[in-house]
């Protein structure tokens, strides 16, 4: 199908276009025809990590030696800089992808029908509009502002008590201030922008729901023609991994370094977990309502199709009567009553909202894998995988 069909669906982007991305196309790290993902993580990364290094290494707080817990002993650090910042930026490629090719397969399927095409078409302009809106970011900014800040003052981030480079009492020096306040705002204004993109697409898809979709109830994904969209959520592990990579380095250096036992904290890692699974598959809640009313009607509208079958077929086979030649009873597309019963129920099967192990599974694997490795500090890792086995199979 070409681009004139299709209008301003295949245009759409999470970040093409967005105050971010303008600002880094404006600099050279985004280049005119892609979205330059490598150059991008390198950059991020190594602004915020680098400074950091070079100061433990001026100071001599780098490696293990005369301080107890250096700069290369806060795992946090280099988690939160060398790995999370990377998968929040190449992130963008495939989300950008997968959702550009879902806003395309919702009209070439003919879920949108083509009296509603022109809604949906509103509904994509709306979201781009809300994309290249300049307040959401100012409003991430000041957020991103007022946790650095407010954590600093009233947590005191252990992560920089190695940077002192003077008498205590005389502040984080250079490399800790440096981390505290670039390292940490390069990473919070990458997640928080994330965050922010989930809402843009629930709101895309709420929209998308309110049309009139042709939905089919008896389709065999159960998600009335839907189903392609449960693989959605899947594509924000990374930024899933992101996060519990971070959370898994100070958990493991408290583990390490002061005692702590991670067993303990077994409520919080499932939370966590869960958390990331329900956020991420946000967007697919838009479509419960549609689906419910689909499955709501169906199961009347099959159950009564069913009966009126099943009638004729009891009255002829059963009762030995003449019914003639119903239409009911020589469609094709009907078949015996095993295929009328089948029907009813795909019907009965469906469901309210299209999420299935692919939503779930690669967001609570990614989610879940930092921890795995960090319990494996204190627990056996057979116990590990066969929990881990059982909680998949």
């Known amino acids: 199908m070409n681009t004139t069909t299709l209008g301003t669906t295949v245009d759409f982007s999470l970040v093409r276009g967005d105050l971010l991305f303008r600002i880094q196309r404006s600099i050279g790290l985004i280049p005119a025809d892609g979205l330059g993902l490598v150059r991008r993580a390198l950059f991020w990364s190594l602004l915020g990590w680098l400074p950091v290094a070079l100061w433990a290494v001026y100071i001599d707080r780098a490696l293990p030696g005369a301080y107890p817990e250096p700069m290369m002993a806060h795992y946090g650090i280099h988690a939160r800089l060398l790995v999370a910042v990377p998968l929040l930026i190449l992130a963008e490629g495939p989300a950008n992808a997968l959702v550009e090719r879902m806003l395309r397969h919702l009209v070439e399927s003919g879920i949108v029908p083509v009296a509603q095409r022109a809604g949906f078409d509103a509904a994509v302009r709306s979201a781009v509009r809300m994309r290249d809106a300049t307040l959401p970011w100012v409003v991430i900014a000041a957020i991103v502002i007022a946790v650095v800040t407010i954590s600093d003052v009233v947590f005191h981030p252990h992560e920089v008590d190695w940077a002192e480079s003077g008498a205590a009492g005389h502040g984080p020096g250079f490399g800790g201030l440096w981390y505290l306040y670039v390292g940490r705002s390069i990473y919070f204004a990458l997640l928080f922008g994330w965050l922010w993109r989930i809402v843009l697409l629930s709101v895309l898809m709420w929209r998308v729901a309110r049309l009139e979709l042709s939905l089919v109830p008896t389709h065999p994904d159960r998600a009335a023609g839907l189903g392609f969209l449960e693989r959605l959520p899947g594509v924000f592990a990374p930024v899933a991994l992101s996060v519990g990579v971070v959370l898994a380095s100070r958990w493991a250096h408290d583990a390490v370094y002061h005692g702590l036992s991670l067993p303990s904290l077994k409520v919080q890692m499932i939370a966590f977990v869960v958390v990331c699974v329900v956020v991420f598959a946000l967007p697919l809640f838009a479509f419960q309502a549609p689906l419910k009313r689909a499955k709501k009607q169906a199961m009347l509208d099959y159950g009564e199709l069913v009966g009126r079958h099943g009638r004729l077929v009891h009255k002829r086979w059963i009762e030995g009567r003449e019914v003639g030649q119903p239409p009911i009873l020589e469609a094709p597309e009907l078949g015996p009553v095993a295929d009328t019963a089948a029907m009813y129920d795909a019907v009965k099967s469906m469901r309210s ?33 066969m929990t881990l086995l059982k909680a998949i199979l």
């Open 353 to 385: 909202v299209p999420l299935g192990k692919n939503s779930v599974l690669p967001v609570a694997l990614a989610a879940a894998l930092p921890i795995i490795a960090v319990l494996a500090l204190q627990l056996p890792v057979k116990q590990l995988l």
